[in-house]
């Protein structure tokens, strides 16, 4: 088995998507075959590239270009199933990514087993999304998509602590607050494939958070540094934006991620009493 950091490159710089999943669950198998075997695994230090391999469809626009659809018509339902499709692909590099990019940090072993698993689910997720899109009569490639999805990889490229607090803990926390949304409007439309594919994406994130929070309080404690306003200055500097209530307060601790994390970096409501 070549070291972890050379199959995390050989995912990014794959440029069909289904091939890259394919790949990305191929890899994270051979990785968990030798780890519940108890052989050698070695880590290495790779080089990754500073934009993933991508398809030449969708295009990527610029947020602010992106069509907003309404979710009441099929065309609507599709174009979100497309959205959330275009995240879980860039999911799958941003976790491979966080493996390569930061590989000469020494890190225990669990940390390694995390992401790889985190990498196998969302390399799973964009395969759900893609398979419902394709029972719609559409396929991913066929809108276009937000170009901005990589900018946090681009903006923490150097800085680990940083990656961990605005990939996981603030991008993908986002999740947790809006799929139960996702999730009635297809229970609405009585689309049970779809509701039964974010259902799973549902569960199988929380722990994708965790493993954020885990490891950023790891290598906090590691350096003697207070999580909390690290936190706070690290989303100050990377997130372009305020963060957006309503929380998914239940899922965020579920995720170990307690609430006077978030709601100090929030806009358009007031906190709750207690933090104010």
């Given at each position: ?5 050379e ?44 934009m ?42 941003l976790?491979?990514?966080?493996i390569?990019r ?33 029972a ?46 996702m999730?009635?409007?297809?229970e ?27 490891w ?50 929030a806009?358009?409501?007031l ?6």
């Amino acid at each position: 088995m070549m070291p972890l950091a050379e199959m995390a490159c050989a995912v990014l710089t794959t440029s069909d998507s289904r091939e890259k999943t394919i790949l990305s669950r191929r890899l994270a198998a051979q990785w968990f075959e030798h780890r519940h075997a108890d052989r050698p695994v070695e880590i290495g230090t790779a080089s990754p590239p500073d934009m993933p391999a991508r398809p030449d469809k969708p295009e990527l626009l610029a947020p602010r270009d992106v069509p907003r659809r309404k979710t009441g018509s099929e065309a609507g339902r599709n174009a979100l199933l497309h959205a959330v499709a275009h995240i879980e692909l860039n999911a799958v590099d941003l976790h491979w990514d966080l493996i390569a990019r930061f590989s000469a940090t020494p890190m225990p072993i669990g940390y390694y087993d995390d992401w790889v698993k985190a990498a196998d689910e969302e390399s799973k997720h964009f395969n759900l999304m893609c398979d419902c899109l394709e029972a719609h009569g559409s396929f991913y490639g066929a809108m276009v998509a937000h170009a901005g999805m990589w900018r946090a990889a681009e903006d923490t490229a150097e800085d680990f602590l940083g990656r961990l607090a605005v990939v996981p803990m603030v991008l993908e926390a986002r999740g947790l607050d809006v799929t139960p949304g996702m999730i009635r409007i297809f229970e609405n439309a009585k689309d049970q494939q779809v509701v039964d594919a974010l259902n799973v994406i549902y569960a199988e994130e929380v722990a994708h958070v965790a493993y954020g929070s885990k490891w950023f309080h790891f290598l906090c404690g590691r350096d003697n540094i207070d999580p909390k306003p690290k936190f706070h200055a690290l989303v100050r500097k990377y997130f372009h934006g305020a963060l957006k209530p309503p929380f998914n307060e239940a899922k965020r601790a579920e995720a170990g991620i307690a609430p006077d994390f978030y709601w100090p970096l929030a806009d358009e409501m007031l906190p709750p009493p207690a933090m104010r």
